[in-house]
């Protein structure tokens, strides 16, 4: 395979809601370049991109597939990125090494709410977009419908490239306004006829064109001039105008194309190819100090892994991206992120699940290897001398969680190594043992993406697994002051065990006046502050602890026991065995025996005494709250509205969003357990939502009741 020069490389991620035809796409973009003889279909199981065994059994993309096409001197390295929502951390991997997003739209659907989620990832990420109208062969295909929807949502920045002569299974020509040429096939697709604009289209056309040249022009000012002079721009002008306006995301090209029939895809590669930036045309990447590095292929060599699989008949195959330098076969690398030497014996191109050895790759090209010793996803690898280290994949927060374990508890061990690894190949699964829930969770993006991460446990490494519903990580608090006092005595022969402790509890405030008398019943307690510790704690809010004994009452070396004490009561709370938060304790007296007291009777003694005021203290339950943003069609606001209130949320606003409403929510963590599978089936899959955690929040008196009961019935069991 020829090696190509940074100059000659492109690298574009394809990316689109489900359904839009990307995997179909890829096949036909490969088939063209000659990679492959025959195309595959999704529905066969056997194209290209998706050849795991996972992405057979449900019919659709589970991850992304990196591929490369080689077409007229340049070469396009792509990663086809999985369209459900569920798996959108492909998305943010694929742009975060690419340099542009093309993104499909299913012309009989328009835009969608994946498409919006999608074009909004790359708004963040400041990444040049073209817009690919698929399926203009379907029954439903409406050109001009979709064109409208795509002004409306993203603005005057739309610019049509090419325009149908028919939509729907007539489709078979179309007008590109660039060439201002009319492309034609045959049934089969392939290789078009390419003739001149008919007489009754040259209006539109011309009209269209001129749209395209002053769009073109406003990127640059002697284009703009030459515009302004002359009225026109020649063929290379607008290609150089256009590649500017995609750098700086003025612009967005619209081309058409039906993937499955090989319409249109050869024209989209010389697009790609003529007009759209190349490696060295975008800003620098940057390292995790700040420093930009320009893929220089004479600069020192750094590679930065972005992609781990484990592969059939194959094991682990690592993903990457020579961000400066150029690498070959052989070379030993540092491990700059984990430590360590790493020999890439082994270099290849790959497309799909084919792969090509290669001597070396240059600067901004995307390569792999196999069966490395010690590299992880994120991972950056530099030659001796050089110090870059990158980390400028970002992924999105989870959204949806479940407890995981074996259904043999001895097998603990080995889910370990299993989710582990799995987190390797998607980041997106995120993994927490939670000391506080006494569980294991795994959060993921939607019920189907962690389906199939049970699906692959079970299948692939042949382990059952249970999931269950998460626990709620409730918080306990105070609402008035309570005070309370334990003696712990214990006689047993010899020295005994010895402690009393007098405290009072309330609830702590930030900036709250320091204490100085309380009253209970008919007496009324002075403080006199001898000391002060301010506790943060590891789950939120704080504990503050005041020694107020006077006259050696309780020797101070005991306090710290008694703090202690404290601490056990506060890691369980004395309602739901929770954590509690945000108390302060004033300890002002007690009594010790000059043999038998000792740190156990007075940790003892503060544990009990801080049980009971916590009791009498008007203790209330609070239940983490979410800030929860849904985006749906119109039609669909009320339902979704209704389903939200009926989770004891909270409506905080509504507002449009390009074509879409969004809706503003607070809403308890304890309802959110099945959302995204209610949202989905509410809106037919046409909605999407983010949440986030907002604070926590008093727990209404029945669900209080309810946890109360439920805790006791737990205990009695015990």
């Known amino acids: 395979m020829k090696i190509y020069k940074t100059n000659e490389i492109k690298n574009i991620a394809l990316l689109g809601s489900k359904g839009s035809g990307k995997t179909t796409l890829a096949e036909s973009m490969i088939y063209e370049c000659g990679v492959i003889k025959r195309r595959g279909t999704v529905d066969a199981g056997n194209t290209v991109s998706d050849y795991f065994p996972v992405e057979k059994e449900y019919g659709y993309s589970v991850f992304s597939t990196v591929f490369n096409a080689e077409f007229n001197g340049k070469k396009l390295n792509i990663i086809d990125c999985p369209g459900a929502d569920d798996f959108v951390g492909n998305a943010y991997t694929a742009l975060g090494v690419c340099d542009m997003g093309l993104i499909l739209i299913d012309s009989q659907y328009g835009v969608e709410v994946g498409t919006q989620n999608i074009f909004r990832t790359t708004e963040k990420l400041k990444k040049p977009i073209i817009f690919g109208l698929n399926q203009m062969d379907g029954e439903k295909a409406d050109y001009d419908n979709v064109i409208e929807q795509m002004r409306e949502t993203f603005g005057p920045r739309v610019v049509q490239i090419q325009y149908p002569l028919e939509c729907g299974p007539d489709f078979h020509s179309m007008i590109d306004v ?3 040429k009319k492309y034609e096939w045959g049934p ?4 078009p006829t390419i003739t001149d604009i008919p007489a009754d289209q040259m209006d539109k056309a011309k009209e269209l064109n001129q749209i395209l040249v002053e769009a ?4 640059d000012e002697t284009l703009m001039d030459k515009f302004f002079e002359e009225g ?4 290379d002008e607008m290609r150089m105008g ?10 967005y090209p619209v081309v058409v194309l039906s993937a499955a029939k ?4 050869r024209r989209l590669m010389e697009f790609l190819g003529n007009v759209c930036p190349f490696v060295d045309d975008m800003p620098a990447p940057e390292t995790i100090t700040g420093e930009p590095v320009k893929p220089d292929a004479n600069g020192p ?3 930065f892994f972005f992609k781990t699989s484990v592969e059939p008949h194959i094991g682990e195959v690592s993903y990457f991206k020579v961000m400066s330098g150029t690498l070959n076969a052989g070379d030993d690398l540092d491990n700059v992120s984990r430590g360590g030497k790493e020999r890439l014996q082994q270099i290849f191109t790959v497309c799909g699940q084919l792969r090509n050895p290669i001597e070396k790759l240059e600067a901004g090209d995307i390569g792999a290897a196999v069966k490395l010793k010690d590299v992880r996803t994120g991972n950056t690898l530099d030659a001796k001398g050089c110090d870059y280290q990158f980390d400028f994949i970002k992924y999105p927060a989870p959204k949806y969680t479940r407890a995981i374990r074996p259904v043999t508890e001895s097998d603990a061990e080995k889910l370990a190594g299993i989710l582990t690894r799995m987190h390797e190949e998607d980041p997106t699964w995120v993994i927490e043992q939670s000391k506080e829930l006494k569980q294991t969770l795994v959060k993921g993006q939607g019920e189907f993406h962690l389906r199939t991460l049970k699906w692959r446990i079970e299948n692939n490494e042949k382990l059952p697994i249970v999931f269950e519903e998460q626990k709620i990580p409730y918080r306990e608090t105070i609402t008035k002051a309570a005070r309370a006092d334990y003696r712990h005595k214990k006689q047993s022969g010899g020295s005994g065990q010895f402690g009393e402790v007098h405290l009072i509890i309330e609830p702590y405030t930030e900036g709250m006046p320091e204490p100085e008398s309380y009253k209970f019943g008919n007496q009324e307690f002075k403080l006199n502050v001898r000391d002060k510790q301010e506790i943060p704690l590891e789950w939120g809010g704080k504990l503050i602890v005041y020694n107020c004994i006077v006259g050696g009452a309780i020797d101070a070396r005991f306090i710290p026991a008694i703090v202690k004490g404290l601490m056990d009561r506060m890691e369980q709370g004395p309602l739901t065995g929770s954590y509690a938060r945000d108390v302060r304790v004033m300890i002002y007296d007690g009594k010790m025996h000059p043999v038998d007291s000792n740190e156990i009777s007075f940790r003892l003694a503060g544990r009990n005494a801080f049980s009971q005021a916590f009791r009498e203290a008007n203790p209330k339950i609070l239940e983490p709250i979410y800030d929860v943003e849904v985006l749906t069609p119109s039609d669909s606001m009320g339902d979704v509205m209704s389903d939200l209130q009926g989770r004891r949320g909270i409506i905080m606003g509504m507002e449009s969003d390009h074509g879409l409403e969004k809706i503003n929510a607070k809403v308890p963590l304890k309802e959110m357990a099945s959302y995204s599978t209610s949202l989905s089936s509410i809106t037919g899959g046409r909605s999407g939502f983010t949440m986030q955690f907002s604070s926590y929040e008093l727990v209404p008196g029945d669900v209080q009741e309810k946890l109360l009961k439920e805790y006791a019935a737990t205990q009695d069991e015990d």
């Not at 089969?188 to 290789?191: E, L, N, S, V």
């Not at 073109?216 to 990127?219: D, P, S, T, V």
């Open 178 to 180: 660039l060439l201002m």
């Open 188 to 191: 089969d697709g392939g290789t």
């Open 216 to 219: 073109a022009a406003e990127n």
């Open 232 to 235: 026109s721009l020649t063929e």
């Open 242 to 251: 256009i590649r500017k306006g995609l750098i700086d995301r003025s612009i």
């Open 262 to 265: 090989d319409m249109g895809v």
């Open 301 to 303: 060599l750094s590679v």
